[in-house]
């Protein structure tokens, strides 16, 4: 299970695809990874729930399950890229 990160306020949904941009104002570093792992944390619990309609046939396309979890990899390593600039995922 995902827990929310403490003190932060979650990311709030859009209507057009369920996750919000990092579109509000940041004022600080500290502000910016913290909305961003407030992302990452949305797109997991999304994708897990894509996972679980895909498994009971809710959902029959393959692929926006399969784009869904690639995503939370790009974001989940958004953190690591700030702090080590070599890091390098490899998908596939």
């Known amino acids: 299970m995902i827990n929310q990160i403490t003190g932060i306020q979650p990311v709030t949904r859009t209507e057009a695809n369920g996750i919000s941009p990092l579109t509000s104002k940041v004022n600080s570093f500290s502000d910016f990874l913290k909305e961003a792992l407030n992302k990452v944390n ?31 990899l790009l974001w989940a390593s958004l953190p690591l890229v700030l702090v080590d600039p070599s890091f390098s995922i490899r998908i596939g």
């Open 42 to 72: 949305d797109l997991q619990l999304q994708a897990i729930e894509d996972d679980k309609k895909l498994v009971t046939g809710e959902i029959d396309d393959i692929n926006k399950v399969m784009l869904a979890a690639v995503k939370v």
